[in-house]
């Protein structure tokens, strides 16, 4: 029986990427935490997961630093990176540590279990790291497992990420440049089309279409 632990501060995305997770592979034990502090003490009050998903930017850690004291801590588990931002440095410095993985946010749920299922079978899995690459490889994998998402503009799919990234809409406004009022309009329409009432079913909805 497979163990998973997830850790990341966004609370709506982590929960609702561990229960796609469970409801999507039977018998499989998903723990969370919300930083790097927490991460430590839930691996060292439970058996030790087989894979690590971790966000990388966090409080209690900085990008590398914080993911290093994971990996130094549990050298024999894969640790997984799972982010929206990620430089090639950064990412090679991560590799140079021992990390085994990189998944992008950009990628639909199912995607991102796609590739936690190919690390528990083969160790390690490293996307390209071109963004417009990436966004190939999740149309794809749209195309190849399900109807094609929901049509939103690319000012709403701009928003609907940091929706799922878990940024208030006045966090939206500054990132953007627009009004919060203009953010407000926004989302409504994002609700409409997804047709959800609220933020949460809004992540769980981008998250099992593989919108973002």
Same mark, same amino acid.
């Given at each position: ?26 018998? !499989?034990? /998903?723990?969370?935490? #919300?930083? &790097?502090?927490?991460? @430590? %003490? ?74 936690? !299922?190919? /690390?528990?079978?083969? #160790?390690? &899995?490293?996307?390209? @790291? %071109? ?82």
């Amino acid at each position: 029986m497979k163990r998973l632990l997830i850790v990341d501060d966004h609370a709506v995305l982590r929960e609702t990427l561990a229960e796609f997770f469970r409801e999507s592979v039977p018998g !499989l034990i /998903v723990l969370e935490s #919300g930083n &790097y502090s927490e991460a @430590l %003490s839930v691996l060292e009050s439970n058996d030790v997961p087989d894979l690590i998903l971790i966000d990388f930017r966090m409080p209690g850690g900085t990008g590398v630093d914080g993911i290093k004291r994971v990996v130094e801590r549990y050298p024999g588990v894969p640790v997984v990176l799972f982010s929206g931002a990620v430089t090639e440095a950064e990412l090679e410095a991560a590799r140079s540590i021992g990390v085994a993985g990189y998944v992008p946010k950009s990628f639909g749920a199912r995607s991102v279990l796609d590739i936690v !299922l190919k /690390v528990f079978r083969n #160790g390690s &899995y490293f996307p390209p @790291l %071109s963004g417009a690459i990436a966004r190939t490889l999740s149309l794809h994998e749209q195309a190849r497992s399900g109807p094609p998402p929901p049509v939103l503009t690319a000012r709403q799919m701009q928003i609907l990420r940091q929706i799922v990234d878990g940024r208030t809409n006045k966090e939206i406004a500054r990132d953007l440049g627009i009004s919060e009022a203009t953010v407000k309009e926004h989302v409504s329409r994002i609700f409409d089309v997804l047709g959800v009432r609220n933020r949460a079913d809004a992540v769980a909805s981008a998250l099992r279409k593989s919108v973002v």
